[in-house]
């Protein structure tokens, strides 16, 4: 019978130092992420509750984990302080009954443990379903915003386009206006001078511009009555002059309205699709909430693959602990023997409870608020709010991932220098 007391290989998962120290902070570094993940879905309600009811599981499921590890150090310690003293004296006192009811306790102990563990394995294997899902939801989410985005921008500088070229052209009519209305009194005024002068030798059409209020009447009076060819001939070139002008004023005054509501046309559908721009959320820290569920999937496989280990390391102890049991019907003449399997069972259990202890920090959050932010939507925060959280969290993530801050330092250091 083999005198060796570990569980496992000495250079088992939990043996490991770099294992220890990229879990130990398991459940802190969890809900960081799940809380920067939740920060940057503002503007993103589906995709909030997707996260929410996420981080909501993977606290629950920390707990758990916790609380079963728990039930390992306590269990090894029943095992190692009460029920093991307890076989041994049945053993040494030859009262093979009594050993096969505590060898049997033993056997429920064990059960127990075996199935919580596998629950908690199928438990973690759902989550990260879950999460693979809600980063599948960020990602297309992310592609079908950055495209309705980019239509709108494209829209938008259409329409500022068509609302530019509009303007212009309401400027460039209101401008013949202006040059037409201008001519307009030029030609009145020549007329005026010219009625004026006929009448000033005939004093029958004096008489008529005195009496008569309007222009267009002084006209058609004196060009009835007038009988001087020249005279004529001028009337009819300023009175043909100023029918034009004012066919020219009626022709721009339409063109100038048709312009102004064109104007307002393409003004409302800028002004709506400016709206439309304004109201999609900005898609680029949806970036960061596929980073953040990516690192949650790595310590999720991670901790599975953990549980899965302790799996097998109970497993183990099962058959070390019942290693002597067939020799429990012929007691009397392997007691040595059954006593010297249940040492190395005890030594055993006493090793797991420590690697137990070691390891079960991982899974507390040190902040009892950790997932408070679940409590208010990120949409709710003001700018400077939502910066100020955002800054805060890159920090603490950055001291868990220090690779990211030495990239971070390299990426600003490039940008000042561009500048």
Same mark, same amino acid.
């Given at each position: 019978?083999?005198?060796?007391?570990?569980?496992?290989?000495?250079?088992?998962?939990?043996?490991?130092?770099?294992?220890?120290?990229? @879990?130990?902070? &398991?459940? !802190? *570094?969890?809900?960081? $992420?799940?809380?920067?993940? /939740? +920060?940057?879905? %503002?503007?993103?309600?589906?995709?909030?509750?997707?996260?929410?009811a996420?981080a909501?599981e993977?606290?629950?499921?920390?707990?758990?984990?916790?609380?079963?590890?728990?039930?390992?150090?306590?269990?090894?310690?029943?095992?190692?302080?009460?029920l093991f003293?307890? @076989?041994?004296a &049945?053993? !040494? *006192?030859?009262?093979? $009954?009594?050993?096969?009811? /505590? +060898?049997?306790? %033993?056997?429920?102990?064990?059960?127990?443990?075996?199935?919580?563990?596998e629950?908690?394995?199928?438990?973690?294997?759902?989550?990260?379903?879950?999460?693979?899902?809600?980063?599948?939801d960020?990602?297309s989410?992310?592609?079908?915003?950055?495209?309705?985005?980019?239509?709108?921008t494209?829209? !938008? *500088?259409?329409?500022?386009?068509?609302?530019?070229? /509009?303007n212009?052209?309401?400027?460039?009519?209101?401008?013949?206006?202006?040059?037409?209305?201008i001519?307009i009194?030029?030609?009145?005024?020549?007329?005026?001078?010219?009625?004026?002068?006929?009448?000033?030798?005939?004093?029958?059409?004096?008489?008529?511009?005195a009496?008569?209020?309007?222009l267009?009447l002084?006209?058609?009076?004196?060009?009835?009555?007038?009988?001087d060819?020249g005279?004529?001939?001028?009337?009819?070139?300023?009175?043909?002059?100023m029918n034009?002008?004012?066919q020219?004023?009626?022709?721009?005054?339409?063109n100038?309205?048709?312009?102004q509501?064109?104007v307002?046309?393409?003004?409302?559908?800028?002004?709506?699709?400016?709206f439309?721009?304004?109201?999609v959320p900005d898609?680029?820290?949806?970036?960061?909430v596929?980073?953040c569920?990516?690192?949650i999937?790595?310590?999720l496989?991670q901790?599975?693959?953990f549980?899965?280990?302790?799996g097998?390391?109970?497993?183990?102890?099962?058959?070390?602990?019942?290693?002597?049991?067939?020799?429990i019907d012929v007691l009397?003449?392997?007691?040595?023997?059954?006593?010297?399997?249940?040492?190395?069972?005890?030594?055993?259990?006493?090793?797991?409870?420590?690697?137990?202890?070691?390891?079960?920090?991982?899974?507390?959050?040190?902040?009892?608020?950790?997932?408070?932010?679940?409590e208010?939507s990120?949409?709710?925060?003001?700018?400077?709010?939502?910066?100020?959280?955002?800054?805060?969290?890159?920090?603490?993530?950055?001291?868990?991932y220090?690779?990211?801050?030495?990239?971070?330092?390299?990426?600003?250091?490039q940008?000042?220098?561009?500048?």
């Open positions: 019978m083999s005198s060796d007391t570990a569980v496992v290989p000495s250079n088992h998962q939990m043996d490991s130092p770099d294992f220890i120290r990229d @879990l130990l902070p &398991a459940a !802190e *570094k969890t809900a960081l $992420l799940y809380n920067m993940s /939740y +920060l940057c879905l %503002a503007k993103f309600s589906s995709l909030e509750k997707i996260i929410r996420n909501v993977a606290q629950m499921l920390f707990s758990s984990s916790e609380a079963l590890l728990l039930l390992c150090v306590s269990t090894s310690d029943n095992m190692v302080k009460t003293p307890m @076989l041994t &049945a053993v !040494e *006192k030859n009262k093979p $009954l009594v050993a096969v009811k /505590y +060898l049997a306790k %033993a056997n429920q102990w064990i059960h127990d443990i075996i199935k919580e563990v629950n908690i394995v199928e438990d973690y294997k759902k989550l990260n379903i879950g999460v693979a899902t809600a980063t599948s960020v990602i989410t992310k592609a079908e915003t950055e495209d309705k985005k980019r239509k709108l494209t829209e !938008e *500088k259409v329409l500022q386009n068509a609302v530019k070229e /509009y212009t052209k309401l400027r460039e009519i209101q401008s013949d206006l202006i040059k037409v209305n001519k009194d030029i030609v009145d005024k020549e007329l005026r001078e010219l009625v004026n002068g006929i009448a000033s030798r005939n004093k029958k059409f004096g008489i008529v511009a009496v008569v209020p309007f267009g002084i006209i058609n009076a004196i060009q009835k009555g007038v009988n060819p005279d004529r001939a001028a009337i009819d070139l300023a009175k043909n002059k034009q002008l004012q020219d004023k009626t022709r721009l005054s339409k100038e309205w048709e312009a509501t064109e307002m046309k393409s003004q409302m559908e800028l002004t709506r699709a400016t439309d721009l304004g109201s898609p680029v820290h949806l970036a960061d596929q980073t569920l990516t690192r999937q790595m310590i496989l901790l599975r693959s549980w899965e280990k302790i097998v390391m109970v497993t183990n102890l099962q058959q070390k602990t019942f290693a002597g049991e067939d020799l009397s003449d392997f007691k040595e023997e059954f006593l010297y399997s249940l040492q190395v069972a005890k030594e055993a259990w006493k090793t797991f409870s420590g690697r137990c202890q070691t390891v079960m920090g991982m899974f507390s959050v040190q902040s009892k608020d950790a997932y408070k932010f679940l208010t990120p949409s709710s925060l003001t700018q400077k709010e939502w910066q100020e959280m955002y800054d805060a969290l890159t920090a603490k993530l950055n001291h868990f220090p690779a990211l801050e030495a990239k971070q330092a390299i990426e600003d250091q940008a000042a220098e561009s500048n």
